[in-house]
């Protein structure tokens, strides 16, 4: 009877099992794309949205409107299960639908829509139960908001990204300028930041600043939100993996910042607690790519791990069976995009593949075919971890692909992070939240990353520049780290000079918001975002900082040495919230290490002028303390006010030794050192503005026309005319009206060929012009007025220039005045303007929108869908694409060979086409300067150019020469567009 009951237990499981597969092998190939039979589908249901094949975007393009795309729901993650349009009585067929997101009680989905008659994207939620729809945010009655990428929090808030910008907004009519919505670093869209608002819409918040877009929205179990953002200014152009708590308090780089292939989208966490994402180059396959599992807890990049791990040990790998290709090309076996974990201790993801869309193009460059990657086609897959089986569940239709499925289950809630506040309990400080500021700390300097941003490597051996090293510690992963106890031993004198303590400043610095319609020209050439500089602060000897900084604004730093010239900079922005203690280990610093500059590090200052440092404290911290006690401010912090200029006073070292160091200083300078060496062995610093005699920047601004150029038509242009390089004369470039001093400084120096035409080079079906390296390099972490050959002429003294010095230098040309400023200029991006605002026309004391500089009237955006827009992208797109950091473009450098020139990479492109409409008509706008000069906009000169002046690479004719890019009819067309 045992038996029986046994066996026919089997046969209904066998018949149970078989009843559950047979549809799904029925209603699809037995075989998933790689030859390996498929695994059963899963019995929970499915929301996943079906949107046109047009409508997926490069991720530098936050926003894609095509009508088609609704929300749809599977009882089961099954192919054969029924399908279930859940939007279609709001859309009618004709609205869009993205990013759905489900509730960790299962109950609730919210997700973003756009109807046919919004004007925009609005959050919207659906109720599991009853499938009834709730709008959450609504359009703005005056100006289009795009609301996206939305994610419930534990206590049932939803954070979400959008161009609202609510904040930044606010702090532009606090500073007397007209709000506006700041457009990206390529000036195609407006920035879209993080925002929260309450479960009945109540209560909007701007948590996230920056310059660039915030998206990919999720909740690690920890309680924090995780997203990744685009990073775009001078040579970094990449997606990382960003977190920070839900009110926007505790911002860090999670993973991805120097990691190899370029940027990270949609990301995950795992059960195991690992992460999951699509690893992607930021342009030229849609933000789909490998399907990646990373060790977040090891590793904070994929050379940057904690130590002690197993030979082997890798930050991340592909999960897929085939290797799918990270970077810009065809992908032999397809893509993956939107990956989300099934929460049943399967091992199994809902993910969407797309097969390899291989097409082939006339690529007008070279003249030849040339194979590219078209638009993908998604379908939904369940994806086996373990085996690498996939299960089709939603297959691309004609004219609609499947993504961003979901799986309707509920599962373990994150923890719950309140968030911070005041007072009693509180971890914010009520006087600095009053006053709208927060504090950044940073612990020391020198606790630099395995990129070694702030080491040994980045010191300038001319100037006898080291910082002493000692063993890592057990649980480090690095050879070597600084000697920080002994770099802050003030009572030696081998550790007070600048030759071991090199870092005395750091410099703060905001990314300014830049409107639609200010054109590109007005940045430069650099390819820096417009930069204010907020003030200075000392770095202790243990290299720690305590600053206070704007809250709710992007910020960077600058780590300066006694010149107040930057050593490294720090080219990512960072927050802090009103009130907040933003804390790191260092810059650049590990992020999965114990910092250095701890106990008994942090405690044992040999001569403390100030008193006995507190178990664990930093020297900043110290000063801070002590000398808030005899001033009495109120918020504890003193001595973190950030400073106009650039100031050093020693605090630390008792009076008997500063004596004799500077004793031994000054007869140092007796014998012919420079002064500077002197005043960085202990005599006071004071760089300001006061011996100049041209105009001195306001609320640290600096714009080249009106701050560089007085000085070098005053002191340099009467040798550096037409005759000798570079040419620093107060005259403009008749193309362009671009100062010609200003890109014979910028932009490197051409080199020409036996007939005196601009030498071409074919590298990756692009003709580049070959340049030699520019006399001021800048726009990365380890470039800046240190690396810039303008400042060895100008110092006579061998920098980090890749150049060697050579003929004759400027040496005491400038005064230290001049000096400080040309050095702010360079480390701060070379820009050509620092502020999109001209004269205040009305004199109202407020920057209107229409004392932009060179805002213009927009031409026709019809016509450009008709058909400049076509032009530009038959034409120009192949070259003008969103590329990766500078250590991806360097590929692409043309070797020089004329004169023994110094080879140079061409600049990152800043007009950047994607194929998106809006965002290529606004990067098209922002090259028009004048429409009444429709001929010398950059839009136009440079690309009909044939070999004069401005030059622009050119294309093969098909006989063995070149053409412009730009000619006949094409040319007159986009003319006749820019013409009022």
């Known amino acids: 009877m045992f038996m029986m009951y046994v066996g026919l237990k089997y046969l209904i499981l066998r018949l149970t099992v078989l009843v559950f597969v047979l549809p799904a092998l029925l209603s699809c190939d037995a075989l998933d794309f790689n030859g390996k039979s498929i695994s059963p589908a899963s019995s929970f249901p499915i929301v996943y949205v079906k949107r046109s094949h047009q409508a997926l975007t490069e991720p530098i393009d936050p926003v894609s409107f095509v009508a088609g795309g609704d929300l749809y729901w599977r009882d089961a993650a099954s192919a054969s299960a029924s399908e279930l349009n859940l939007t279609n009585a709001e859309t009618a067929g004709n609205g869009d639908v993205s990013s759905p997101e489900i509730s960790y009680d299962g109950t609730k989905i919210v997700f973003s829509m756009r109807r046919p008659a919004d004007n925009s994207w ?54 007397n300028i007209e ?114 599992e990373i060790d977040i807890k090891q590793f904070g990049d994929m050379q940057d791990k904690t130590s002690g791990l197993a030979d082997g040990s890798v930050a991340q790998k592909q999960l897929s069976l085939k290797t799918i290709n990270i970077e810009p090309g065809v992908s032999q076996y397809g893509r993956y995009l939107s990956p989300y974990p099934v929460f049943d201790n399967s091992n199994r993801i809902l993910v969407s593949w797309s097969a390899s869309q291989q097409t082939e193009i006339n690529d007008l460059q070279s003249a030849t075919v040339k194979n590219i990657e078209g638009r993908p086609s998604f379908g939904i897959y369940i994806l086996e971890l373990d085996s690498k089986k996939m299960t089709p569940v939603v297959n691309a239709s004609s004219g609609l692909m499947a993504y961003d499925a979901i799986a309707v289950q509920p599962r373990t809630a994150p923890v719950l992070i309140e968030d911070a506040f005041s007072g009693a309990g509180g971890t914010l400080n009520a006087a600095l939240e009053a ?13 630099t990353d395995s990129n070694n941003l702030l080491a040994p490597s980045m010191m300038i051996a001319s100037e006898g520049e080291m910082i002493a090293q000692i063993p890592a510690p057990a649980d480090d992963s690095r050879q070597t780290v600084a000697d920080i106890a002994a770099i802050k031993d003030l009572s030696n004198i081998n550790y007070r000079t600048v030759e071991d303590r090199p870092a005395r400043f750091v410099r703060v610095t905001t990314a300014v918001a830049v409107p639609a319609g200010a054109g590109q020209d007005l940045v430069g050439a650099a390819g820096s975002v417009m930069q204010q500089i907020l003030g200075y602060s000392e770095v202790e000897p243990d290299g720690s900082v305590l600053v206070k900084v704007p809250a709710d604004t992007p910020l960077a730093i600058s780590v300066l040495d006694a010149k107040g010239r930057a050593i490294t900079n720090h080219t990512a922005w960072f ?20 910092a250095l500059n701890i106990y008994p590090i942090a405690f044992n200052n040999p001569v403390v002028q100030l008193g006995p440092a507190q178990i664990n404290e930093t020297m900043a911290e110290t000063r801070a303390r002590v000398l808030n006690g005899n001033a009495g401010d109120p918020d504890g912090l003193t001595s973190a006010d950030l400073t106009p200029d650039i100031k050093y006073s020693d605090v630390w070292i008792s009076d008997t030794i500063l004596a004799t160091t500077q004793a031994s200083a000054l007869a140092t300078e007796a014998a012919g050192m420079p002064v500077t060496v002197s005043v960085a062995l202990g005599i006071d610093i004071d760089l300001n503005y006061g011996a100049l005699t041209t105009p ?3 609320d640290g601004i600096i714009n080249f026309v009106e701050h560089i150029q007085p000085i070098l038509s005053a002191k340099c242009s009467s040798c550096h005319d037409s005759t000798l390089a570079p040419d620093l004369r107060n005259v403009t470039d008749a193309n362009d009206g671009v100062l010609l001093s200003y890109k014979s400084l910028v932009k490197g120096a051409q080199d020409l060929d036996t007939l005196n035409n601009p030498q071409l080079n074919l590298k990756d079906g692009a003709y580049l012009t070959q340049r030699r390296l520019p006399y001021v390099s800048v726009g990365g972490p380890r470039e800046s007025s240190r690396s810039s050959y303008l400042m060895e002429k100008l110092s006579a003294t061998e920098l980090r220039a890749p150049q060697v010095l050579s003929g004759a230098t400027n040496h005491m ?47 026709s ?54 194929g998106d409409l809006l965002g290529d008509y606004r990067a098209a706008l922002a090259f028009i300067e004048d429409r009444a000069a429709t001929a010398q906009n950059s839009l136009v000169n440079y690309p009909i150019s044939t070999g ?14 070149f053409m412009p890019v730009l000619s006949g009819a094409d040319a007159s067309t986009i003319v006749n567009w820019i013409m009022p």
Request: net charge negative; glycine share 8%.
């Open 435 to 447: 006053a709208d500021q927060g504090v950044l700390h940073v612990r020391s300097v020198y606790d």
């Open 696 to 698: 001195a920047p306001v």
């Open 179 to 292: 709000p506006f919505s700041f457009l990206d670093a390529k000036a195609r869209h407006p920035g879209s930041l993080l925002h929260v608002i309450n479960a009945d819409g109540s209560g909007l918040k701007q948590i996230s600043f920056h310059s660039g877009h915030d998206r990919d929205v999720a909740l690690l179990s920890n309680g924090k939100i995780m997203f990744n953002r685009w990073e775009a200014s001078g040579q970094r152009n990449h997606f990382p993996i960003i977190s920070m708590n839900p009110d926007g308090t505790g911002i860090e780089t999670l993973y991805g910042a120097y990691s190899k292939g370029n940027s990270f989208f949609s990301p995950r966490e795992l059960p195991n607690g690992n992460i999951i994402a699509i690893h992607a180059p930021v342009s030229g396959s849609h933000g789909a790519g490998a399907l990646v």
């Open 813 to 859: 040309l400038l005064n230290d005045s001049e000096m400080r400023l040309f050095t702010e200029w360079m480390d701060t991006g070379a820009n050509y303007y620092n502020s999109p605002f001209g004269v205040d026309s009305d004199a109202d004391g407020i920057s209107d929108l229409a004392e932009v500089i060179d805002l213009v009237s927009p031409p």
């Open 575 to 594: 927050q802090v919230r009103p009130g907040e203690v933003l804390e790191c280990a260092g810059c650049h610093s590990p992020r999965r290490r114990t």
């Open 122 to 175: 609005n959050i919207w939620t659906l109720d599991v139960a009853t499938k009834n729809l709730t709008q959450l945010t609504f359009d703005d009655a005056l100006e289009v908001f795009d609301d996206l990428h939305p994610h419930f929090l534990v206590d049932g808030r939803v954070v979400f990204s959008s161009s609202r910008q609510q904040t930044s907004r606010q702090h532009l009519a606090d500073n």
């Open 861 to 914: 955006l019809d016509v450009f869908r008709s058909t400049i827009h076509g032009i530009l992208s038959s034409q120009c797109a192949s070259c003008h694409k969103a590329i990766g950091n500078k250590s991806d473009f360097d590929q692409r450098i043309i070797a020089s060979t004329l004169n023994n020139a110094v080879p140079s990479e061409n600049t990152l492109p800043r007009f950047v086409l994607t």
């Open 948 to 961: 004069s002046a401005p030059v622009h690479p050119q294309i093969a004719d098909g006989a063995g020469g």
